[in-house]
Protein backbone atom coordinates (compact mmCIF):
# COMPACT_ATOMS: atom_id res chain seq x y z
CA UNK A 1 0.00 0.00 0.00
CA UNK A 2 1.51 3.27 -0.83
CA UNK A 3 0.97 6.25 1.97
CA UNK A 4 -0.14 9.57 1.15
CA UNK A 5 3.43 10.93 2.00
CA UNK A 6 4.80 8.67 -0.89
CA UNK A 7 2.17 10.23 -3.52
CA UNK A 8 2.72 13.75 -2.23
CA UNK A 9 6.55 13.09 -3.00
CA UNK A 10 6.45 11.27 -6.41
CA UNK A 11 4.04 14.31 -7.01
CA UNK A 12 6.93 16.60 -6.17
CA UNK A 13 9.58 14.94 -7.43
CA UNK A 14 8.08 14.41 -10.98
CA UNK A 15 7.45 18.11 -10.65
CA UNK A 16 11.13 19.08 -10.34
CA UNK A 17 12.55 16.36 -12.79
CA UNK A 18 9.67 18.13 -15.41
CA UNK A 19 10.77 22.04 -14.04
CA UNK A 20 14.40 21.88 -13.59
CA UNK A 21 15.79 18.88 -15.74
CA UNK A 22 19.49 20.37 -15.98
CA UNK A 23 18.99 19.35 -12.11
CA UNK A 24 18.05 15.67 -12.97
CA UNK A 25 19.28 13.51 -10.94
CA UNK A 26 20.44 16.13 -7.94
CA UNK A 27 17.15 15.63 -5.88
CA UNK A 28 17.93 12.87 -4.10
CA UNK A 29 15.39 10.13 -1.74
CA UNK A 30 17.17 9.20 1.39
CA UNK A 31 15.08 5.89 2.32
CA UNK A 32 15.04 5.81 6.13
CA UNK A 33 11.04 4.89 5.99
CA UNK A 34 9.80 1.72 5.59
CA UNK A 35 9.42 -1.28 7.67
CA UNK A 36 12.67 -4.31 7.60
CA UNK A 37 12.28 -8.31 7.40
CA UNK A 38 11.31 -9.83 10.55
CA UNK A 39 12.30 -13.08 10.97
CA UNK A 40 11.69 -15.62 13.55
CA UNK A 41 14.52 -17.25 14.86
CA UNK A 42 14.67 -19.43 17.85
CA UNK A 43 11.10 -18.59 18.73
CA UNK A 44 11.90 -14.58 18.50
CA UNK A 45 11.45 -12.51 16.01
CA UNK A 46 13.99 -10.91 14.91
CA UNK A 47 15.06 -7.64 12.39
CA UNK A 48 17.09 -8.51 9.56
CA UNK A 49 18.50 -5.71 7.78
CA UNK A 50 18.12 -3.23 10.44
CA UNK A 51 21.64 -4.05 11.45
CA UNK A 52 23.15 -3.70 7.70
CA UNK A 53 21.57 -0.65 7.04
CA UNK A 54 23.06 1.26 10.17
CA UNK A 55 26.36 -0.34 9.00
CA UNK A 56 25.56 1.34 5.89
CA UNK A 57 24.91 4.76 7.06
CA UNK A 58 21.25 4.87 7.87
CA UNK A 59 20.21 8.12 9.97
CA UNK A 60 17.14 8.02 11.88
CA UNK A 61 15.80 11.43 11.25
CA UNK A 62 17.01 12.24 8.12
CA UNK A 63 15.08 14.19 5.62
CA UNK A 64 13.22 12.08 2.59
CA UNK A 65 14.54 14.18 -0.02
CA UNK A 66 17.95 16.36 -0.79
CA UNK A 67 18.19 19.01 -3.42
CA UNK A 68 22.30 18.69 -4.14
CA UNK A 69 21.88 22.17 -5.78
CA UNK A 70 23.81 24.90 -3.50
CA UNK A 71 22.59 28.65 -3.69
CA UNK A 72 23.96 31.87 -2.41
CA UNK A 73 23.26 30.72 1.00
CA UNK A 74 23.29 27.24 1.24
CA UNK A 75 25.03 24.12 0.43
CA UNK A 76 21.76 22.28 -0.15
CA UNK A 77 18.29 22.22 0.71
CA UNK A 78 16.87 19.13 2.90
CA UNK A 79 13.08 18.14 2.49
CA UNK A 80 10.63 16.64 4.74
CA UNK A 81 7.50 15.19 3.53
CA UNK A 82 4.31 15.19 6.06
CA UNK A 83 1.07 15.68 5.10
CA UNK A 84 -1.96 17.13 6.19
CA UNK A 85 -4.95 14.56 7.39
CA UNK A 86 -9.00 14.72 7.15
CA UNK A 87 -10.38 13.42 10.01
CA UNK A 88 -14.39 12.62 10.43
CA UNK A 89 -16.03 12.56 13.60
CA UNK A 90 -19.81 12.89 13.62
CA UNK A 91 -20.54 14.58 10.25
CA UNK A 92 -17.56 16.99 11.00
CA UNK A 93 -14.44 17.47 9.22
CA UNK A 94 -11.28 18.47 11.07
CA UNK A 95 -7.59 18.59 9.36
CA UNK A 96 -4.96 17.35 11.48
CA UNK A 97 -1.07 17.83 10.49
CA UNK A 98 1.44 15.19 10.74
CA UNK A 99 4.66 16.64 12.34
CA UNK A 100 8.28 15.50 12.85
CA UNK A 101 9.75 13.22 14.78
CA UNK A 102 12.46 14.17 17.56
CA UNK A 103 15.11 12.77 15.53
CA UNK A 104 14.13 14.54 12.83
CA UNK A 105 14.22 17.58 14.36
CA UNK A 106 17.12 16.76 15.99
CA UNK A 107 19.08 16.04 12.22
CA UNK A 108 17.51 19.30 11.10
CA UNK A 109 19.30 21.07 13.81
CA UNK A 110 22.46 19.25 12.73
CA UNK A 111 22.27 19.90 8.99
CA UNK A 112 21.53 23.72 9.66
CA UNK A 113 24.50 24.00 11.99
CA UNK A 114 26.62 22.60 8.92
CA UNK A 115 24.83 25.22 6.05
CA UNK A 116 21.82 23.75 5.02
CA UNK A 117 18.68 25.19 4.49
CA UNK A 118 15.70 22.26 5.86
CA UNK A 119 11.88 23.12 5.45
CA UNK A 120 9.22 20.85 5.85
CA UNK A 121 6.11 20.60 2.88
CA UNK A 122 2.68 19.42 3.47
CA UNK A 123 1.35 19.15 -0.36
CA UNK A 124 2.87 19.34 -3.91
CA UNK A 125 2.23 23.24 -4.24
CA UNK A 126 3.96 23.90 -0.97
CA UNK A 127 7.14 21.94 -2.41
CA UNK A 128 7.06 23.66 -5.44
CA UNK A 129 6.83 27.42 -3.22
CA UNK A 130 10.02 26.20 -1.52
CA UNK A 131 12.35 24.69 -4.57
CA UNK A 132 11.33 27.33 -6.37
CA UNK A 133 12.14 30.75 -4.06
CA UNK A 134 15.53 28.35 -2.93
CA UNK A 135 16.30 28.22 -6.97
CA UNK A 136 16.06 32.00 -7.18
CA UNK A 137 18.20 33.00 -4.79
CA UNK A 138 21.49 32.23 -6.64
Not at 89 to 111: F, G, H, L, M
Request: hydrophobic share 35%; proline share 3%; aromatic share 10%.
Amino acid sequence: MVSRESIVQQGAVKWFNLQYPQYRGLLVHIPNEGRRTIKVINGRPVCIGGAKLKAEGLVKGASDLVLFVPNKDYHALCLETKIKRVILNDNSKRIQKTYQSTEQKDWQEKVEKQGYKYCVYRSVEEFIEIVSNYLENF
